[in-house]
């Protein structure tokens, strides 16, 4: 629909702008974030399904799973002060699984050898989350890494007879980078050096305790393998 979502209006920004700083910054760390994954990860998603490769399906769902992961943790940092490193660690348990998913999925045997590899290697980038001090150049060196295959992707597909599937590949290899680019913009804006905490945010455990009443109290469907409600505390 229309742009009825955004409250206020822009003279919002003005308004209390001195005193809700602080506030307004935490939120557009999360809604930049969702911004860039429906920019860039959902068409890279979308190229990666059309290919058509049962392989290749599978990373993108852990690509996916990644991205999800870096989402909900990205709700603790916006509302919490910084933990303890291992919490920090136990928070990105997650993401880690997610990332370990994408690079399992690597398959030298395989005709899309190149793309799976491209993407693992690529995606090792999610990792800026525990990089302390200089994140963008960490994804950097991640970006740097895919060309090589990206290249020879488009080398070995560019003469591929069906109609639109050079086209395919193409996009793929495109979509991907623009896909990092977008996350290296990101991190630059909100965490240039480093995961950046809100300061003035709450206790870690504290906000996990209340996310997990208000779990429970929206509860409908209970299914125990995922489910941390039935833990004693």
């Not at 799976?116 to 950097?140: E, Q």
């Not at 488009?154 to 623009?178: I, M, S």
């Not at 896909?179 to 240039?192: E, I, P, Q, T, W």
Request: glycine share 10%; with cysteine; aromatic share 8%.
């Amino acid at each position: 629909g229309g742009g009825g979502g955004r409250r206020g209006g822009g003279g919002g920004r003005l308004f209390g702008a001195l005193d809700k700083e602080a506030k307004v910054d935490e939120q557009e760390k999360l809604s930049a974030l969702d911004d860039f994954i429906f920019d860039r990860v959902v068409p890279f998603v979308e190229s990666a399904y059309a290919i058509g490769s049962d392989k290749i399906r599978a990373q993108t769902d852990a690509v996916q799973k990644v991205f999800k992961a870096q989402r909900d943790f990205m709700t603790y940092v916006v509302r919490c002060r910084r933990p303890r490193d291992a919490d920090v660690t136990m928070l990105l348990g997650e993401t880690s699984e997610a990332l370990m998913e994408v690079e399992e999925c690597s398959d030298n045997a395989c005709d899309e050898r190149l793309h799976l590899t491209m993407v693992a290697g690529g995606m090792a980038a999610m990792a800026w989350v525990s990089v302390p001090s200089n994140p963008i150049a960490y994804i950097s060196d991640m970006i740097n890494s895919t060309p090589v295959y990206g290249d020879k992707i488009l080398r070995e597909t560019r003469d591929l007879q069906e109609e639109g599937q050079a086209e395919q590949h193409a996009a793929f290899v495109t979509l991907f980078k623009d896909m990092l680019r977008g996350l290296s913009d990101y991190v630059k804006k909100y965490h240039a050096r480093g995961l950046a905490w809100n300061m003035e945010g709450g206790d870690l455990a504290e906000t996990l305790k209340e996310d997990l009443a208000n779990e429970d109290a929206n509860t409908t469907t209970y299914s125990p393998e995922n489910s941390v409600t039935n833990r004693s505390t």
